[in-house]
């Protein structure tokens, strides 16, 4: 059983505001992840991070900006939400050898 | 780059068995992986395969790895309604940060 969790899991929001996806892991995992999911779609790695105060880049061009300050926490901020940012978006860690990558549940997010 | 290839849809009458077929391009592809996601949830990882295996079983899941071809197959034995579900193939490079390509998933329907 996985212990990474997300809050919130649904949210609906004005466009300009500003939004912060929360994501936690309890079992200490350096390397996190977060991937955007357009509904019936596949996956896209958005950013990652090796450690406290890593962070980078993915796959996917993202206006969103992350954080890594603790270990256990990885939030994802959006400054000035757009309709265009209406997505699930899903956390992940793994294991220190990287074998395993858990997913939390997701935080779907529309932009209205 | 890398790329991860399903087939969209498959539908299979409760107690048959389905196989779930992917591709993919990487030939540094280090390890494989299954995720299943249910309507509104996160990804559950299912099972996984490193590049040097042919075969894995777990309970009513069998994995087979054609590296040849680059051809990965889940297959679930005796099939439930339950299983309903997306199921997503994913690729890792051999690189540290064990970045995923997902496939675009295959949805899985179960017929009673």
């Known amino acids: 059983e996985a212990d990474i969790y997300q809050t919130p899991r649904y949210l609906v929001i004005g466009t300009g505001k500003k939004i912060t996806l929360e994501c936690s892991q309890t079992m200490g995992h350096d390397k996190m992840y977060w991937y955007q999911q357009d509904p019936g779609m596949e996956l896209h790695l958005i950013h990652y991070s090796y450690g406290v105060n890593s962070t980078e880049k993915g796959d996917l061009s993202s206006e969103s900006t992350v954080s890594r300050i603790r270990t256990e926490h990885f939030p994802l901020t959006l400054e000035s939400a757009r309709p265009s940012h209406t997505s699930q978006y899903l956390c992940a860690s793994s294991d220190p050898v990287g074998n395993t990558i858990y997913f939390g549940e997701g935080s779907w997010l529309t932009v209205v | 780059g890398e790329d991860v290839e399903q087939s969209l849809f498959l539908s299979v009458r409760e107690g048959d068995s389905s196989v779930i077929n992917c591709t993919y391009t990487?030939?540094?592809?280090?390890?494989l992986y299954w995720y299943k996601q249910e309507p509104g949830a996160g990804l559950q990882l299912l099972t996984y395969?490193?590049?040097?295996?042919d075969m894995k079983q777990d309970q009513r899941l069998t994995v087979l790895l054609n590296k040849k071809d680059k051809h990965l197959s889940l297959r679930i034995a005796d099939t439930q309604t339950g299983d309903s579900a997306i199921y997503f193939c994913a690729e890792s490079d051999s690189g540290s940060a064990r970045q995923l390509t997902f496939g675009s998933g295959t949805q899985l329907t179960v017929l009673p």
């Open positions: 990487d030939s540094s592809s280090t390890y």
């Open positions: 395969i490193f590049s040097n295996m």
